[in-house]
Antibody
């Protein structure tokens, strides 16, 4: 059973970079066809797709975040990461990492981590 | 605003049948299958229905999905108190900006 766990600071100052890591256990990240995604949920709001990456390193970003976003993967550590630059209060949200396969939506999700942007 | 459109709320009494709608466009639901997530308070979303009408292992058959054109629906038969949750539809969207998953704004289901 694959498990995902987000980690990173719970508080980030405005204009700084939000950095999160997702550690995957119970399965190999190098298996073909899987993608590794980040999704966020603003307080009391719906879900927002951030982007995703394949084990090859090819990453695809939500156009609305693309200019500030980098998603990377380290299969040797069974981890993938999110960096969101120049954050504002509007980036305060619960951030989830998740796994999907092929043309399917993500089936396994992490528990989520709340990141607040505040001075 | 969300790419997919859902009613913000729905309700029903135990034992009733409830249907939640999801409306999209030709770049998402019109060409890709719809999926549904259930989110209990304080929890991560759980995949409830995938590929329009398939249930992951462990999901009761009270939950069913359908899709036609650019719309889809989730039906819960024999509503139970533990079904009180937020429900989100999701689908891949194919556009000039690439392929991404888009979500509905969520429907809060209340069991009266």
């Amino acid at each position: 059973q694959v498990q995902l766990q987000e980690s990173g600071p719970g508080l980030v100052k405005p204009s700084q970079t939000l950095s999160l890591t997702c550690t995957v256990s119970g399965g190999s990240m190098s298996s073909g066809g899987y993608y590794w995604a980040w999704i966020r949920q603003h307080p009391g709001k719906g879900l927002e797709w951030i982007g995703y990456i394949y084990y090859s390193g090819n990453a695809y970003y939500n156009p609305s975040l693309k200019s500030r976003l980098t998603i990377s993967i380290d299969t040797s550590q069974n981890q993938f990461s999110l960096k969101l630059r120049s954050v504002t209060a509007a980036d305060t949200a619960v951030y989830y990492c998740a796994r999907g396969y092929g043309a399917s939506v993500p089936d396994y999700w992490g528990q989520g981590t709340l990141v607040s942007v505040s001075s | 605003q969300s790419v997919l459109t859902q009613p913000p709320s729905a309700s029903g009494t135990p034992g009733q049948r409830v249907t939640i709608s999801c409306s999209g466009s030709s770049s998402n639901i019109g060409i890709n299958s719809v999926n549904w997530y259930q989110q209990l308070p304080g929890m991560a979303p759980k995949l409830l229905i995938y590929s329009t009408n398939q249930r992951p292992s462990g999901v009761p058959d009270r939950f069913s999905g359908s899709q036609s054109g650019t719309s889809a629906s989730l039906t819960i038969s024999g509503l139970q108190s533990e079904d009180e949750a937020d429900y989100y539809c999701a689908a891949w969207d194919d556009s000039l900006n690439g392929q991404h998953v888009v979500f509905g704004g969520g429907t809060k289901l209340t069991v009266l």
